[in-house]
């Protein structure tokens, strides 16, 4: 059974950091599926946040280039997202993404709340 496993979510105020992991299990290994952060707010559809190729390449939306980095750790089949400098309009579910051949699988999600 493939499960993809969120933690590090919570509250965090403005101008602060934040890390979200994924542990994937199953036949799921993050060195040879695409893994990706998306989020959605409550009204706007879900969106890509940034993603990992089994090459290493990464991908990341224009509106958080510069504060967030995706990375994993293969030997624990974790992908991260490190999360800085966050604003009001990150808060949302995230969601953690594995593109493995011809599936695609999604973890529960965890909410990020950014607020003072």
């Known amino acids: 059974q493939v499960q993809l496993v969120e933690s590090g979510g919570g509250l965090v105020q403005p101008g602060g950091s934040l890390r979200l992991s994924c542990a994937a299990s199953?036949?799921?290994?993050?060195?040879?599926?695409?893994m990706g952060w998306y989020r959605q707010a409550p009204g706007n559809k879900r969106e890509l946040v940034a993603s990992i190729t089994p090459g290493g390449s990464t991908n990341y939306a224009d509106s958080v280039k510069g504060r967030f980095t995706i990375s994993r750790d293969i030997t624990k089949n974790t992908v991260f997202l490190q999360m800085n400098s966050v604003k009001a309009e990150d808060t949302a579910v995230y969601y953690c993404n594995a593109q493995y051949g011809l599936e695609n699988y999604w973890g529960q999600g965890t909410q990020v709340t950014v607020s003072s």
């Open positions: 199953g036949s799921i290994f993050t060195f040879n599926a695409i």
